[in-house]
């Protein structure tokens, strides 16, 4: 049976976009308040792609994410609280509180793995499409990877491979215009990344990754030809942070003045809502979503810290 992806976006997608939204957001006052360590990366006023991608897989899809990685999972069906867990170290996170943020992984619902290795999500990706084709099964694996990923040697090996074995795999470049705090221009020349894609021979588009209404139907398309033997394709999303590289990050490069309120996703797609007279399918949805995720951090914060036993789990491959 050919599954085609949906098209479409609607008030579910606004709900999926605030969840994501109020779970970086609590998880910014959390690290402020010393329960989550590490460095966090947020990806508030990204949320587009994540939720316009995931939102046109299927289960059994796999994701596979780097260093900014909530969204994605969540969008894939993380649920926050574990993902909270996660962050705060506790035994009921995804990976017993030992992945935390950079190296989560919630494979159950599709979400592989993040990793904090910039670009080194791209050949997992591609090894997970080349399972599936080898397998004669239908399932899709996605990259999700920034602007700074695509100057890096894997990055050319990997859009080289995906083409010459037309794997079933979608590459989106969420291209925030920033690298840490470098801007495109002093670490590119190449204006278009999507411009290298087309010398692999790969289909590309670029997009403006903040109208979910754009992202969507693109990843429909991009989805689709994966799955039904039409090989790779690259998603080039053109986006904007509104926060810094990490939290406390304390360079303000990418401070106030830099930001673009008018860019935000999540207001952009409510008007788009209210404008198609949607907007009594739209009350409520935020209080209800921040409600959900407090709940869902007060009960990871209340969850045991792994034991002394647990120390050795899941750390090397078990035979
Ligand atoms: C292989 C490697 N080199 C350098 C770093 C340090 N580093 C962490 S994030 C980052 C910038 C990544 O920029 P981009 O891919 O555009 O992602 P964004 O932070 O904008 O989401 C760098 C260089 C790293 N984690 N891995
Ligand atoms: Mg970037």
Redesign the pocket.
Known sequence: MVVTAPAQSGPEDLEMMWRIRAFEEKASELFARGKISGLL?L?IGQEATAVGVCGALQPTDRVFS???PHGHAIAKGAETGRLFAELAGRRTGYCGGKGGSMHLAAPEVGFVTAT?????NLPLALGAALSSKCRGESDVAVAF??????Q?GLFHECLNLASLWQLPVVLVC?N?G???FSPLSAHTVVERLADHADTYGIPTETIDGNDLTVVRPAAAAAIDRARNGGGPSFLECLTH?LRG?YEGDPTLKRGAAARDEAKDPIQRFTRFLHDAARSAELEGIEVRVRAEVEQAAEEALAAPWPERDDLLTNVVAQP
């Open positions: 990366h990806a780097g260093h900014r904090g290795i910039v670009a080194g990877f920034g602007d700074g990923a695509a890096t969420e925030n920033f690298a840490e942070r590289h």
